[in-house]
């Protein structure tokens, strides 16, 4: 999993929390760097903060555009009805914790299910 956040208290506790449950967790501070280590390592899912880049628009789009291999969860306060989100991965600012991790494991128990049935 990728985890791109301006904030490093967003990494941390995302990585400690999702790490206790064995999921490996990639982190950038900026989406640029974020969007070389996504095309590096292909995570299973992608939790990106909208608004860590607003200057950045075209690396923020290339991560969003990722969503039709990936699946990506958006932080933000941006519009629901904008045509750059993803359908049912936005999550609104301010977030709790602990719906936004159960949100991430659902998420990555998804992507995880084709690559079960076909083996």
């Known amino acids: ?3 791109v956040d301006a ?3 967003t990494r941390e506790v995302l990585r400690t929390a999702l790490g206790r449950r064995g ?3 990639l ?3 900026e989406a640029e760097q974020g969007l070389a280590l996504a095309r590096l390592h292909h995570p299973d899912l992608i ?3 909208l608004e860590c880049e607003q200057g950045k628009a075209a690396a923020c789009g290339e991560l969003t555009a990722l969503a ?3 699946p990506v969860v958006l932080l933000g306060n941006a519009r629901r009805t904008s045509n750059c989100l993803p359908r049912g991965q936005f999550v609104s600012k301010p977030y709790h914790y602990a719906p936004l991790i159960r949100k991430i494991e659902g998420l990555l128990e998804e992507a995880r299910q084709p690559a079960t049935r076909a083996a």
């Open 27 to 29: 982190s950038a501070s």
């Open 7 to 9: 904030l490093e208290e």
């Open 23 to 25: 999921v490996q967790i």
């Open 68 to 70: 039709e291999d990936t």
């Open 1 to 3: 999993m990728l985890v």
């Open 47 to 49: 939790v990106l903060d």
